[in-house]
């Protein structure tokens, strides 16, 4: 089981204001966490993103991460709707 790492103040914000609006995002978290390039719609990411992952959390919220397979994290990048990232 992965775990969640945001490593910045700003996106973690962000991230707590989505789940404050959207009571199905801590369950889509938790999926993502036992497999972060399956669950949730997962995909890696090409051009100013290549070799980032993203997944939605919803409509049009999307989180872009890199995985840690050693030390088992999905460190969060950015958390945000499409338009943004």
């Not at 973690?12 to 036992?34: C, G, M, W, Y």
């Not at 995985?67 to 994290?73: G, V, Y």
């Amino acid at each position: 089981m992965y775990k969640i790492h945001v490593i910045k103040r700003k996106v973690e914000k962000k991230l707590r204001k989505f789940i404050e609006q959207r009571q199905d995002i801590p369950s889509k978290l938790d999926r993502l966490k036992s497999d972060p390039r399956k669950e949730c719609g997962a995909h890696l990411l090409e051009g100013r993103f290549k070799g980032q992952w993203s997944c939605w959390l919803g409509s049009n919220i999307r989180m872009i991460y890199l995985i840690d397979d050693e030390r088992k994290l999905i460190i969060v990048l950015a958390v945000g709707t499409h338009k943004e990232y």
